[in-house]
């Protein structure tokens, strides 16, 4: 018997249509699915219900509040499906992506997170494929993980970011194998999927301000890091230093800001600016005075999954203390252990 999976339309270029403003996201995608599915083996194809939301979102307008609207589907329709297809915005699926696979930690089912650079609606597209082989990897049942298929490349969500504007290969795990590649065959890398483990769904509400991130540059001015924990709903900073987590120490006006938001009990989290990288603070003496500090390290941990698991903890109603404390173990898979 046919697995039955379920596609959630979020928005996104994967179902936009052209307007006199540029590509919208256009409601009603499933038809234009359908149309296009028939002209494909159909038979081999597991059977799919599909939602959408409503208002559609080009992933660009997302924010925080928006994640409940996504897991929300999949945690009501768990037991009715097989698998999961979340069709999204590749500008910030990375992040939707990082923080599903917090969400939805002891998954026993795939979630696919796919998408397109070109929409479905137009006559060259890369969204036939993306959506196919998705289809075909939500109804896998070997795959317990959230994941981002695209352009040939199984990636885990939250070792995931968006590596390119405009080539298809949109996406990729700078510091995490692949978890398969699909050209002539569909090659899976089942030693890669993350062990299966108890754990139970968690859906909580998030503040759209609570975690900033501060690009490191040379001559910033530390009254940037003040304007940013003015507001009492500003919890955790995530610094992007230079290569293995260094930053200007002898900016005393960085440094003293830094310094102002630690004593505020504000999160400081350091990683790297680099796509590919690990962080070494105190490698370097440049660094070493973070650790004085209190910042912590990101380790390799993407941008996307450092920002969703910042906003997870923090949602959870735990004190900066204890999030400070959880945030080096492993969730989900984002960190090596
Ligand atoms: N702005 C679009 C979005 O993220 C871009 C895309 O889907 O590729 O929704």
């Known amino acids: ?7 959630i339309y979020t928005g996104g270029t994967i179902g936009m249509q052209p307007s006199e403003h540029g590509y919208v996201p256009v409601p009603g995608f499933e038809a234009l699915i359908e149309e296009r599915l028939a ?7 597991p059977n799919f219900d599909m939602i959408e939301l409503a208002p559609l979102i080009d992933s660009a307008n997302l924010a925080p509040h928006h994640w409940n609207l996504i897991a929300d589907p999949i945690i009501k329709n768990y037991d009715k499906y097989d698998g999961f297809i979340v069709l999204h915005g590749t500008d910030t699926m990375a992040y939707s992506a990082s923080m599903l696979s917090f969400i939805l930690q002891g998954l026993r089912k795939p979630v696919i997170f796919t998408g397109s650079q070109i929409p479905l609606s137009e006559l060259r597209n890369d969204a036939l494929d993306n959506l196919i082989t998705s289809m075909l990897l939500a109804s896998d049942t070997t795959i317990h993980e959230v994941c981002i298929y695209f352009s040939g490349r199984l990636l885990r969500g939250n070792r995931s970011s968006k590596v390119k504007a405009t080539g298809l290969d949109a996406f990729d795990s700078p510091n995490f194998p692949w978890l398969g590649q699909i050209g002539l065959h569909i090659e899976l890398h089942s030693n890669l999927f993350i062990p299966q483990k108890a754990g139970k769904f968690i859906n909580p509400t998030f503040s759209d301000n ?3 991130i501060l690009p490191i540059f040379p001559g910033m001015d530390g009254e940037i890091v003040d304007f940013m924990t003015a507001s009492d709903r500003s919890k955790a900073i995530i610094l992007r230093s230079y290569g293995v987590g260094n930053l200007p120490n002898h900016n005393q006006s960085l440094m003293n800001a830094l310094q102002r938001a630690s004593d505020k ?5 350091n990683i790297s600016q680099c796509l590919q990288a690990e962080i070494f603070q105190g490698q370097y003496a440049c660094s070493s005075i973070l650790n004085k500090m209190g910042v912590i390290s990101g380790a390799e941990m993407t941008l996307e999954a450092t920002y969703t698991k910042l906003h997870f903890l923090l949602s959870t109603g735990l004190n900066a203390e204890d999030v400070q404390a959880m945030f080096s173990n492993c969730l989900a898979g984002e960190i090596n252990q």
Do not use: Q
């Open 1 to 7: 018997m046919h697995n039955k999976i379920l596609i």
């Open 39 to 45: 002209h494909s083996h159909h038979a081999l194809l």
């Open 210 to 212: 609570a975690v900033s």
């Open 265 to 269: 009990n504000i999160i400081l989290v």
